[in-house]
């Protein structure tokens, strides 16, 4: 089966750096998503890995190994705005077809 | 804004009630998505339409009824809900469905509450 799994609450500090894991066993990779998800408003796009290593995209990076099925969502200096859910999502290729797999997401609490 | 708008925002039906709920995508796009999202759980896709054609149908039972009159609306008919059936239902688009990097734009959600 397919099977994602990512923390369920993480809390840190204003202005700290936070990691958020997210480990999958899938069959048919091809790609990993993180979208963002405030309270309450929709699940808006990250980013995609489907090579190995890590992206850069101003204070969000996101780092994939295929050969571990494993992933990760580094957020640096973190803003109070930044509390949300982030949802790990995987994208697989099927008999049926392309399929986007979603994680339950991670709630991260940013403290002052 | 993400350019996908969902109507009503928030829902409250009893049991034998029939309700609809609305989806609007303004990007152009060819595929839409409805998903269910029950608290500290995955997202549950529901169904997939590709150029008005309904592509897949997760085993969602026949109370719940999409319709895709067109590229940019989606509806999902509502009828002889049960409690378990509360929680968010999410509306999504993307350019189409065959590529890996198929980013999908999410709507707000209704929130749907069955008493």
């Known amino acids: 089966g397919q099977n994602i799994d990512q923390p369920t609450e993480m809390t840190a500090t204003e202005g700290a750096i936070v990691q958020i894991n997210c480990t999958y066993q899938?069959?048919?990779?091809?790609?990993l998503f993180w979208y963002q998800q405030h309270a309450g408003e929709a699940p808006t796009f990250l980013s995609y890995?489907?090579?190995?290593g890590l992206e850069e995209k101003g204070r969000f990076s996101s780092f994939l190994s295929r050969s571990k099925g494993y992933s990760y969502l580094l957020l640096k200096e973190l803003q109070m705005k930044d509390s949300a859910s982030y949802l790990c999502a995987v994208r697989v290729l099927g008999k049926g077809g392309f399929k986007t797999i979603f994680g339950a997401g991670t709630r991260l609490f940013v403290k002052a | 804004e993400t350019g996908v708008t969902q109507t009503p925002r928030h829902l409250v039906m009893g049991m034998t009630n029939k309700k609809s709920l609305k989806c609007e995508q303004h990007l152009g796009h060819n595929a839409m998505y409805w998903y269910k999202q029950s608290a500290k759980k995955p997202l549950e896709l529901m169904f997939v339409y590709s150029l008005e054609e309904r592509v897949e149908n997760n085993s969602v039972p026949s109370r719940f009824s999409p319709e895709c009159p067109n590229s940019s609306h989606l509806f999902l008919h509502l009828h002889t809900l049960q409690p378990e059936d509360s929680a968010l239902y999410l509306c999504?688009?993307?350019?189409?469905?065959?590529?890996?990097?198929?980013?999908?734009?999410f709507g707000p959600g209704t929130r749907l509450l069955v008493l």
């Open positions: 899938t069959s048919g990779f091809n790609g």
């Open positions: 999504a688009s993307s350019q189409g469905i065959d590529r890996p990097q198929e980013t999908q734009y």
């Open positions: 890995n489907v090579l190995d």
